[in-house]
C-alpha cells in the first residue's frame, strides 16, 4: 500500500543519508530507524506504522511538560511571525531574551543572577569553563585553568564538555584526554580533597558535578556530598558549577537538583527541561559576586559567544514553558509521582529475582540489573539492554547504561504523568521484567 512504500523508503533514505548522534552506528546501517515518530500527545509518542508507546524518558530527558503542548507551538509560531531572529552580540538585545533572563534570576538558587544563553547543554558547559578560566586570568591567577569533574560524569559532547564527562568512551571516541581536565571520585569528598592537592590547588579553575547524575547511570549522591564540596570548593578557592542540564526545571521535584542539598554554585549550566525540547536553549548562570568581578575588572570584548546566544523564538518559547510548569504545579507533581514510582520499582523488585539496587530522585529514576538480588551478583553480559528492547516491543520507551560496568534501566518520564499512566508505565515494565528473566 501507500504507507508501507512511504515506510520503506524512509527507511531506506535514513540508512543512506542520515548519521544518527550517539547511535550503533553498524545496527542503523543494517536495520535502518526502530522507530519513525510522527505524533506527540501528553506522555505518548506515535510512530508512522500507527504504533503508540509511553515516553518514559521524556524523550532524552527534557520533555518536561509532554508532547503536543500546543500553547509553545503558538508561541513560537507568534515569535517568529513577529521577530524570529535578530542578535544578541556587542549591545543588541530582544524583549524574550531579557524577559527569560530576569525570570532565571528570580527562580534559580542562592545569588545565580546573571545568564549567559547557547543552543544547548554542550555549549553550556564549555562556555562555564571558559568563563570560569577567563574570570581567573582577570583575577591575576591564569594558571587555575584546570578543570575537576566526577567519574560516572556526562556534560556533553563539545570538545570541553567530551573532556569533562567521566565516563572514558566518550574520551576514547576522538583521543580526548587533555591534562586540564581531572576527575575525582562521584561520590567521595575525600577523593575530591585528593585530586586537588595533587594537581595543585592554584592550578584548578573549577569543579563541576551533575547534582544527580543521569546519563552515567542515575547515581544520586550522599545526603551531605554536595555541603562538603561547597566548603571545600571555598577552602581551595575553586569555582563551583553545576551542571542542571537534566536536573533543572523541576525534573528531580524541586526546580534545581542542587536545592535538594542546600548549597548554591557559583555558575549554573542548564538547557533541556528549560523548554521542554520545544525549542533548542540553553546557558549558564553566574553569580553576583562571578558577575561583579567580570564587569569591574574586563577592560575589553567578552570573546565568546553563539549566533543563537538569546534566540528570540527560543527565549519565547522558554518563558512559555517556564509558566505551564509552574501553572500546573509540575514540579509539585514531578516530587509526588517520583515518590511513586520508587515505591514501584521497589514492589517490582519485591517480584522479580534481577532488580538490584533502586535508585531516584523526583522522576529520574534507575534500577541495576543483576543475577540475583540476593547475591547482588552481575550478569556477564549487561541485560538492561535486553529490557529496553522487550520494553519497547511492549509500548514503553526506556534507556540502558552499561558504561563502566553498569547493568542499569533508567527512565525519566514527563512531568504531566498522572497516576494512571504511572501505573500503566509500572505494569508493563513488570511485564517485561517477568518475560526477560
Ligand atoms: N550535561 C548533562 C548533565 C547532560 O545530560 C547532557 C545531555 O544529555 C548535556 C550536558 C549535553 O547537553 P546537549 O546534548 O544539549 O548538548
Aim: charged fraction near 20%; charge should be negative; include cysteine.
Amino acid at each position: 500500500t501507500k504507507v508501507d512504500n512511504c515506510v520503506q523508503e524512509l527507511l531506506e533514505l535514513d540508512k543512506k543519508y542520515f548519521l544518527h548522534p550517539t547511535s550503533p552506528i553498524k545496527q542503523q546501517q543494517d536495520q535502518g530507524p526502530s522507530f519513525i515518530f510522527t505524533e506527540g500527545k501528553g506522555i505518548m509518542l506515535t510512530d508512522i506504522v500507527g504504533n503508540t508507546v509511553i515516553d518514559g524518558m521524556s524523550s532524552l530527558w527534557n520533555v518536561n511538560v509532554g508532547h503536543g503542548r500546543e500553547e509553545l507551538g503558538k508561541v513560537a509560531m507568534e515569535q517568529m511571525s513577529k521577530l524570529a531572529f535578530s542578535s544578541c552580540f556587542a549591545t543588541f538585545s530582544n524583549e524574550p531574551a531579557i524577559r527569560l533572563a530576569a525570570k532565571l534570576a528570580q527562580i534559580a538558587p542562592g545569588d545565580l543572577s546573571t545568564t549567559f544563553f547557547t543552543s544547548g547543554g554542550s555549549e553550556a558547559n564549555d562556555t562555564a569553563y571558559k568563563l570560569a578560566r577567563h574570570y581567573w586570568i582577570l583575577k591575576g591567577q591564569p594558571n587555575r585553568r584546570k578543570i575537576i569533574s566526577r567519574t560516572k560524569s556526562y556534560h556533553g559532547v563539545a570538545m570541553g564538555s567530551t573532556n569533562a564527562t567521566g565516563l572514558k568512551p566518550f574520551r576514547e571516541f576522538t583521543n580526548s584526554f587533555d591534562p586540564d581536565f581531572c576527575y575525582a571520585d562521584h561520590f567521595s569528598t575525600e577523593d575530591l580533597r585528593c585530586v586537588i592537592e595533587a594537581e595543585g590547588p592554584d592550578t584548578i579553575a573549577a569543579f563541576i558535578a551533575e547534582p544527580v547524575q543521569g546519563a552515567g547511570g542515575l547515581h544520586v549522591a550522599p545526603k551531605d556530598y554536595f555541603k562538603e564540596v561547597r566548603s571545600i570548593c571555598d577552602e581551595y578557592g575553586l569555582l563551583f558549577i553545576t551542571d542542571e542540564v537534566i536536573t533543572g526545571f523541576g525534573r528531580t521535584g524541586k526546580y534545581f537538583g542542587i536545592e535538594h542539598y542546600g548549597v548554591s554554585p557559583d555558575m549554573m549550566c542548564f538547557a533541556k527541561g528549560i523548554t521542554s525540547g520545544y525549542a533548542q536553549l540553553g546557558g549558564v548562570m553566574l553569580s553576583k559576586n562571578i558577575h561583579q568581578d567580570l564587569m569591574e575588572l574586563s577592560t575589553g570584548t567578552l570573546l565568546h559567544g553563539y549566533t543563537y546566544s538569546g534566540h528570540p523564538m527560543a527565549c519565547a518559547v522558554a518563558l512559555k514553558n517556564i509558566e505551564l510548569i509552574e501553572q500546573e504545579e509540575l514540579i509539585a507533581n514531578a516530587e509526588k509521582m517520583g515518590k511513586e514510582m520508587l515505591k514501584g520499582f521497589h514492589w517490582i523488585q519485591g517480584k522479580c529475582r534481577i532488580i538490584g539496587k533502586v535508585k531516584g530522585l523526583g522522576l529520574m529514576g534507575g534500577l541495576e540489573i543483576v543475577k540475583d538480588h540476593r547475591t547482588n551478583e552481575s550478569f556477564e553480559t549487561p541485560v538492561a539492554p535486553l529490557i529496553v528492547a522487550e520494553a519497547a516491543k511492549r509500548g514503553l520507551i526506556c534507556r540502558s547504561v552499561v558504561f563502566d560496568g553498569q547493568d542499569t534501566v533508567v527512565f525519566a518520564p514527563p512531568l504531566i504523568i498522572n497516576r494512571e499512566e504511572l501505573a500503566k508505565l509500572l505494569d508493563i515494565l513488570h511485564e517485561t521484567i517477568v518475560a526477560v528473566e
